[in-house]
């Protein structure tokens, strides 16, 4: 019962180096999404895809690439990280994209140095 | 644009005292209303819903009505438990043409002591 899966758990970088957020999901949903938590703001969403092949921009973009190759992937990468990328991350998927209910990853703790 | 606004944390109760975090949204049209948990270390769990006016949405013992003459979706619970401490987020669903996208609010974290 894997439902969205993400890797790693925990990542520490360097200011400058590139890293790719894994986001996995068993359940054939079509809609997927990013967000970012930071404290005292909530969650933020990044970029968010409704199918294989389509992609957009979320609220805060800037500074990630998304793609959607498959249905079940959607992973995130940061090309050159910076100390205001800090955040947890989490991604979500929903049977459809104007579907209510989504369902979320365990998150990504990404420290920036 | 959409936002939603909830009550500052951190909110500490004793068990089975009786526990309201207040919420209140911005938004045009006519949102989905939700309220998720996040347990330490977890991501965020749908924890009830509403989504029309006067829907009440209830999971849990938790509960919250759909008041859209006052904005408001408070959640409330009779009795908590050590169990509810985690992190409660208020969040809307609307339609942007493609999607629906979910607006949160800033989180308010439960303590629950005995």
């Known amino acids: 019962n894997a439902g969205v899966t993400q890797t790693p758990k925990f990542q520490v970088l360097k200011t400058g180096q590139s890293m790719t957020l894994q986001c996995a999901q068993d359940m054939n949903h079509e809609y997927m999404s990013w967000y970012r938590q930071d404290p005292g703001m909530g969650l933020r969403l990044i970029h968010y895809?409704?199918?294989?092949?389509?992609?957009d921009q979320g609220e805060v973009p800037n500074g990630y690439n998304v793609s959607r190759s498959t249905t079940e992937d959607f992973p995130l990468r940061l090309l050159s990280a910076a100390p205001s990328q800090t955040s947890v991350y989490f991604c979500?998927?929903?049977?459809?994209?104007?579907?209510?209910?989504?369902?979320f990853g365990d998150g990504t703790r990404l420290s920036i140095l | 644009g959409n936002s939603v606004t909830q009550m500052e944390g951190p909110v500490t109760l004793s068990e089975e005292a009786f526990l309201t975090i207040n919420c209140t949204y911005t938004?045009?049209?006519?949102?989905?209303l939700f309220w998720y948990v996040q347990y330490p270390g977890e991501g965020l769990q749908l924890l009830l819903k509403?989504?029309?006016?006067?829907d009440k949405g209830s999971n849990k013992g938790f509960e919250a009505t759909y008041r859209k003459e006052t904005t408001s979706f408070h959640l409330e619970k009779g009795s908590v438990q050590v169990s509810d401490s985690a992190v409660y987020f208020c969040?809307?669903?609307?339609?942007?043409?493609?999607?629906?996208?979910?607006?949160f609010g800033t989180g308010t974290r439960l303590q629950v002591t005995l």
């Open positions: 938004a045009t049209g006519y949102p989905s």
């Open positions: 979500a998927s929903s049977e459809t994209a104007l579907a209510l209910t989504q369902h």
């Open positions: 969040a809307l669903s609307a339609h942007t043409g493609t999607a629906s996208k979910l607006t």
């Open positions: 509403a989504t029309k006016a006067d």
């Open positions: 895809s409704v199918g294989a092949g389509i992609t």
